[in-house]
């Protein structure tokens, strides 16, 4: 089943939670947030059906109505935003973080060009994962596409301190119908305090977002062919399954690594 797949582990509470019957509605969709979930502006967060929502225009509409009212688009029948009020419910500050970022670039955007903040912002929240590992050079090597090093030497510590967790939507929606090249692009977290947890990971991540020296571009997200995670793929991970530069592809000559945050230990709560 889809939903056994270590991808969906950090949302097994909120998939127990959703009707069994039915596709979930946006008020059962509201239900799966946790209390007083609100964004940086002091909105409560609630999903909405787009017909009971007053059309905005301009460029960032839909992250301006979350900001001002605290109402998320949700369509009926969509998967895709379905999984988008899964990633609300788990990563409450992560998301409210982006949103809020998204209004800041707001004035740097041109319509149908939203600039490399926004254009960052998008991809990790559409295709977003956060890897996070208490070392450094696990991370690094992955930053470098050293493949081998990722999924070789160190693919026996893949979900006991090297972490992946999924947070982009579509990411989640792509595994309703998975392939070998879905790619992800990565925020990496340097956690040197230990193995993460998903309420460190959703600290962690909005706080790097935050931090004058985060991500900015898409460049600064690392992409990640996330089926090569020890136990993602629904294939053999033999040696034949990693020897495909089609998939794991060798670093662009050109191409800086993405940087690796550190980041402290965040109150556990």
Request: glycine share 8%.
């Amino acid at each position: 089943m889809v939903l056994d797949h270590p991808a969906w582990s950090p949302y097994a509470t909120q998939l127990r939670a959703l009707p069994r019957d039915r596709f979930p509605t946006a008020a059962d969709l509201s239900e799966l947030l946790g209390p007083g979930q609100r964004t940086t502006s002091g909105r409560p967060i609630r999903f909405e059906t787009p017909d009971v929502i007053e059309a905005r225009e301009g460029e960032g509409a839909y992250e301006r109505e979350i900001a001002e009212t605290g109402r998320v688009s949700t369509r009926p029948g969509s998967l895709h935003d379905l999984c988008n009020a899964l990633a609300w419910a788990r990563f409450p500050r992560l998301k409210a973080q982006l949103n809020a970022l998204h209004i800041e670039a707001l004035p740097d955007s041109r319509p149908g060009r939203r600039g490399p903040v926004r254009d960052a912002l998008t991809l990790f929240d559409e295709c977003g994962l956060v890897v996070t590992c208490p070392e450094r050079a696990p991370l690094e090597a992955l930053a470098a596409h050293d493949w081998a090093r990722v999924f070789g030497r160190s693919g026996e510590r893949w979900g006991a301190e090297l972490d992946a967790w999924l947070v982009g939507h579509a990411s989640l929606e792509k595994w309703f119908a998975p392939y070998k090249a879905m790619t992800g692009h990565c925020l990496l977290l340097h956690t040197p305090s230990g193995p993460a947890n998903a309420t460190m990971v959703d600290t962690w991540a909005a706080e790097a977002w935050r931090r004058p020296d985060g991500p900015r571009r898409p460049a600064d997200l690392c992409p990640l062919p996330f089926t090569g995670i020890p136990g993602w793929s629904f294939e053999p991970q033999d040696a034949a399954f990693y020897d495909d530069p089609s998939v794991f592809r060798p670093p662009a000559p050109s191409r800086s690594p993405p940087p690796v945050f550190e980041v402290s230990a965040p109150s556990r709560r």
